[in-house]
């Protein structure tokens, strides 16, 4: 069989669709390498720009543009909708597989299509399609969804949005868990974890909160929270903050700087820009506790990463939050200032309950490999 893989997101591997793809195909060249699975297979990776890779004799790479050949979401539109399906038919691909919701619609008889939904945020919070070219878009994502022949999703929350908001078939919708980064669930040693403390200039202990500026993650309610903290202990922990400042994405992002002065935090909480994903692991480790109430995930890669890597937990009672921390952290009315402040408040007086969050992290963590993944989508693919 030939499987036509779009691996776009390669060029922006900071980004979560961009993670998805970088580890989903790391675990397929590792298993047809070591364990020599799916050598029968024959693969075609799609890109729009040429990324260097060490791919076995199984794998071509195919790399165009259409005419128009500006970054942006007129080219995105026509490279997925036209482009792709297109030249994956020419190539005699038998599955193209989307590592992400997009406007491709396959309609070859011969050729099937399976997409893996993230989540669908706009549908939730309509204020991301705040331009034409948004809405266009999205309403192309949505044939792309309606068409697909098999419809992964990262978590069953994100399948009930699809039921529910979309009216999708729950019979073409299979939930397959994605993971994080293997780094994560390495070792720290410590001449690495005074490395990052040194290069962000920060000592250990300090409640951390990242995950993106984004309105849904509501740093603006942890900011709001901590505030109260600090009102009632002037000696709680800094709050250390990360994340790139956008304010020209307003309403969008939050401008946090802003928010720390309006709160006179200037003194508690350190902000400290965008981190290389080398430097994450450290960070969350040296953290005395991981603060992220967002208002809505379609899974909540944060949150898995902080347990893989030991730092007790504080996240929303929403979503696919649930499905992702289990038992193995704490959760919080990510409406309610005052149950995050009562939620910290425990984690910071109780020594014994950060241990056991860590404990428990660490085993729920282990339900989610990129392993399992790609074995959940050959599974699908031997179904078809």
Known sequence: MKIGINASFLRKPATGIGQVTTHFLNELIKQIRENKKHKNHKFVLYLEEDIELDLPKNFQKKVFLPAYKRDDLFRKIWWEKFSLPCQAHKDGCDILFSLYQSATVIKYVCMKHIVLVHDIIPKIFPEYLNNFRKKIYQSQIEKGIYGAHVILTVSKYTKKDLIEKMNVNPAKIITNYISVDPLYSKEIVQSESERVMKKYNLKSDYIYSGGGLEVRKNTDGTLRAYKKLVDRNSNVPTLVISGKLMPQLVPLVIDVEKI?????????????????????????????????????????????????????????????????????????????????????????????????????????????????????FFEIVDKN
Do not use: C
């Not at 898995?304 to 499905?323: K, R, V």
């Not at 860590?358 to 399992?372: D, L, N, Q």
């Open 260 to 376: 720390v002065k309006e709160l006179e935090l200037e003194d508690k909480v350190k902000i400290i820009g965008y981190i290389e994903q080398r430097d994450l692991p450290a960070l969350y480790k040296n953290a005395l506790m991981f603060v992220y109430p967002s208002h809505y995930e379609g899974f909540g890669m944060p949150v898995l990463e902080a347990m893989q890597i030991g730092a007790p937990t504080i996240t929303a009672d929403n979503s696919s939050l649930p499905e992702v921390g289990g038992e193995a952290v704490l959760y919080s009315d990510d409406e309610s200032d005052e149950d995050l402040v009562s939620k910290m408040e425990e984690l910071l007086e109780n020594e014994e309950l950060r241990n056991d969050l860590v404990i428990k992290a660490k085993k729920k963590s282990e339900e989610f490999s990129w392993e399992k993944f790609v074995d959940g």
